[in-house]
Nanobody
Framework: QVQLVESGGGSVQAGGSLRLSCAASGRSFSNNVMGWFRQNPGKEREFVAAINWSGNTKYYGDSVKGRFTISRDNAKNMVFLQMNSLKFEDTAVYYC???????????WGQGTQVTVSS
């Protein structure tokens, strides 16, 4: 199993930037699809971004396209989410997740809080 630990969350004013990091340990994740999701209390989990094993294919949720960038460093077992032009509505707990196949994500981090003040 792969263990994921997110970091880099915090509080920022609208228009600012944050970079989230996700450190993977345990079984190698280099051939896995990795993704970022976010969730607020009482709301459904929202897809933010995903990246394939090589990093040459990326997907983004409509609400973050053009503002967020996902990347990975397989040599360091890390996944990143660069968040620019942050908006109040980006406030959420952000989760890193991974999957080894084409099905649902099967391992998750504990989450990191991002708070954007307007």
């Amino acid at each position: 199993q792969v263990q994921l630990v997110e970091s880099g969350g915090g509080s920022v004013q609208a228009g600012g930037s944050l970079r989230l990091s996700c450190a993977a340990s345990g079984r190698s994740f280099s051939n896995n699809v990795m993704g970022w999701f976010r969730q607020n209390p009482g709301k459904e989990r929202e897809f933010v971004a995903a990246i394939n094993w090589s990093g040459n294919t990326k997907y983004y949720g409509d609400s973050v396209k053009g503002r967020f960038t996902i990347s990975r460093d397989n040599a360091k077992n890390m996944v990143f989410l660069q968040m620019n032009s942050l908006k109040f509505e980006d406030t959420a707990v952000y989760y890193c997740a991974g999957k080894s196949g084409t099905g649902s994500y099967d391992y998750w981090g504990q989450g990191t809080q991002v708070t954007v003040s307007s």
